[in-house]
């Protein structure tokens, strides 16, 4: 782990808190101003015309994106570390960076060398496994190179939704260094900000219209599209989106692609080191997820909106189709606000905010087990659960597991 695995782990509960500040203003039941663009992994929101931007980080929140174990002061005996063997609960707290101790060079080295023969047989792969593994290495150019003339359609929308990504980065940061520099901001610090690298100029030839034209029944351009002319308040374009995601009955949104095609080569007992790609894959998957996910349509269809009597019309049509379409905790969450709003009967997908709430600790505590006692065990765990929601959503696998909890246990 050292500074290495560490930083990893920095880098990865920082998108995780991007992502709740994204999550819980998409399911925002109350009017507010749509984003005017999604943000990348550790970034800052970008921030509506004459109005300070969203932080995603509070002040000095974040410093070198090196985040601690939790304090295991009080524990007693011992763990069983991967890769390592017996080490002292009190020892686990040891993280001096320049010394640091075996276990955690142990687990360094483990999660280096997997990682590399993750990449490598991603490399190795068909197309859409190939722009995986470049956006893996963090190499957006690399990726659109791979898809400018390709028909597979996965991959050429892992490839979009990256270059998507970081164009919103950009305009985001931008938007960040210009309110922080006002006298709005002043005596505020803000630490974690990532500059923008080389500009991928390959993502210019990429396109909504390139990604239909492969994917012509699928939802996904059009939710896209939403979210364009939310962003850009364009009441129009949103109508349109809307008319068009009506006649979509059964496409879904586009879920956790990157996470999807990494489960292709993975197996049912993932180590550490696959374990934390399978980490880094559903966080950038996570800040994918609004530009392609049915939690935009809340903000379509806030109350003001549907006064118009078109434009509830869409809505509905629209919502009355979600439930086979969703699959995330944020669009369970936002369909049982819609059918609130709209006056209509709960469907068994929908869920309130209370169920969603405890979802998501079930999942994380699952998930960061492994923080307090870095077992073999422990992190096999948290990547078979990221393997699974993958394939099953994450409604589907937290809705199996809590009956799998209640089921009766054999005597």
């Given at each position: ?287 994918s997820k609004l530009d392609a996910s049915f939690s935009m349509v809340g903000r379509a269809c806030q109350v003001d ?107």
């Amino acid at each position: 782990m050292t500074k290495t695995g560490i930083a990893l782990l920095g880098a990865l509960l920082a998108a995780s808190v991007a992502w709740v500040v994204l999550r819980d203003g998409a399911a925002n039941s109350g009017p507010s101003k749509p984003p005017q663009a999604l943000t990348a992994t550790s970034a800052a929101a970008a921030a509506p015309v004459a109005a300070a931007p969203r932080l995603l980080f509070a002040p000095e929140a974040v410093s070198s994106g090196v985040s601690r174990l939790p304090s295991a002061e009080t524990a007693t005996g011992f763990v069983e570390v991967c890769g390592h063997g017996r080490v002292s609960r009190a020892e686990l707290e040891r993280l001096d960076e320049q010394t640091p101790p075996t276990w955690m060079q142990a687990i360094d080295s483990r999660v280096a060398a997997e990682r590399a023969s993750l990449i490598k047989r991603l490399e190795a792969g068909p197309t859409r496994q190939r722009v995986a593994a470049a956006l893996l290495n963090q190499d957006v150019q690399a990726a659109a190179g791979l898809v400018a003339a390709t028909d597979d359609a996965a991959a050429y929308r892992l490839a979009l939704q990256a270059c998507r990504r970081d164009a919103s980065y950009r305009e985001g940061y931008a938007a960040q260094l210009a309110w922080l520099a006002s006298p709005a901001a002043s005596g505020i610090k803000m630490s974690g900000l990532r500059e923008p690298g080389a500009l991928p100029t390959a993502c210019s030839a990429l396109s909504v219209e390139r990604l239909e034209s492969l994917e012509p029944g699928s939802a996904v351009p059009w939710l896209m599209r939403l979210n364009d002319s939310l962003g850009r308040r364009d009441e129009a374009g949103t109508s349109q989106a809307l008319y068009q995601l009506a006649q979509r009955p059964a496409a879904p949104s586009g879920g956790r692609l990157l996470s999807a095609t990494l489960a292709e080569i993975i197996d049912g007992e993932p180590g550490p080191g696959e374990s934390f790609v399978l980490s880094t894959a559903a966080a950038e998957d996570q800040m994918s997820k609004l530009d392609a996910s049915f939690s935009m349509v809340g903000r379509a269809c806030q109350v003001d909106a549907l006064k118009d009597a078109n434009r509830r019309q869409l809505c509905e049509q629209v919502v009355r189709l979600m439930p086979q379409r969703t699959r995330d905790i944020l669009e369970a969450r936002t369909l049982h606000a819609l059918e609130e709003r709209l006056g209509f009967a709960h469907s068994p997908q929908a869920m309130a905010k209370a169920e969603s709430e405890a979802l998501n600790k079930l999942m994380g505590e699952e998930s960061m087990a492994w923080m307090t006692e870095p077992t073999c065990a422990n992190f096999s765990r948290s990547g078979r659960q990221l393997l699974a929601i993958s394939q099953q959503g994450e409604v589907g696998y937290l809705r199996n597991r809590l009956k799998a909890q209640a089921a009766p246990k054999p005597r």
